[in-house]
Antibody
Framework: QVQLQESGPGLVKPSETLSLTCTVS?????????WGWIRQPPGKGLEWIGS???????YYNPSLKSRVTISVDTSKNQFSLKLSSVTAADTAVYYC??????????????WGKGTTVTVSS | SYELTQPLSVSVALGQTARITCGGN??????VHWYQQKPGQAPVLVIY???NRPSGIPERFSGSNSGNTATLTISRAQAGDEADYYC?????????FGTGTKVTVL
């Protein structure tokens, strides 16, 4: 079955760039679906960050768009998140997920276990 | 931007029915999805497109959506249903999550 696994540094300094990768197994990214990132600050709710298609087409949360880049590497069956100029407010558990549905009803049907990223000097 | 409002908490007696609401402007015109999140775990999709259950989700979970409110119903609540629940829609090319509801089974 499809499995997703997040990886990347657990600690990032303020003003630097947060970089995470999601490795997909059990399914080829090139075969379809959007692939997305969601985060959850400690003790708070879920926030959608953005998603990408294997062609490179993206959707971004407008509130983060100026700082976010999501890219895909089909040869490695991975997609990645970069968030620039981080502050303590970006401290969160970051999840990657498969995005199912169509252009008016996307939803996340398979999730990674999540990785904790702390922004601190 | 589009907002989804959920009650902070819902309590339900063991074996009874819990109803979790998700309010949004004319949400009945959108497709609503629901996620269950237990402490320390990733969210799990329990309902998609208002009322559809993914494979492996018990029939005790059901959903409806009309007007300005979508509802997730948990019938015959079990201790294992204690979790946070989030609604979600796709609006203006972005994902939007509800504020989340903590369900306690008494």
């Amino acid at each position: 079955q499809v499995q997703l696994q997040e990886s990347g540094p657990g600690l990032v300094k303020p003003s630097e760039t947060l970089s995470l990768t999601c490795t997909v197994s059990g399914y080829s990214i090139s075969s379809g679906y959007y692939w997305g990132w969601i985060r959850q600050p400690p003790g708070k709710g879920l926030e959608w960050i953005g998603s990408i298609y294997h062609s490179g087409s993206t959707y971004y949360n407008p509130s983060l768009k100026s700082r976010v880049t999501i890219s895909v590497d089909t040869s490695k069956n991975q997609f990645s998140l970069k968030l620039s100029s981080v502050t303590a407010a970006d401290t969160a558990v970051y999840y990657c997920a498969r995005v199912n549905g169509d252009s008016y009803y996307y939803y996340m049907d398979v999730w990674g276990k999540g990785t904790t990223v702390t922004v601190s000097s | 931007s589009y907002e989804l409002t959920q009650p902070l908490s819902v309590s339900v007696a063991l074996g009874q029915t819990a109803r979790i609401t998700c309010g949004g402007n004319n949400i009945g015109s959108k497709n609503v999805h629901w996620y269950q999140q237990k402490p320390g775990q990733a969210p799990v999709l329990v309902i998609y497109r208002d009322s559809n259950r993914p494979s492996g989700i018990p029939e005790r979970f059901s959903g409806s959506n009309s007007g300005n409110t979508a509802t997730l119903t948990i019938s015959r609540a079990q201790a294992g249903d204690e979790a946070d629940y989030y609604c979600q829609v796709w609006d203006s090319s972005k994902g939007v999550f509800g504020t989340g509801t903590k369900v306690t089974v008494l």
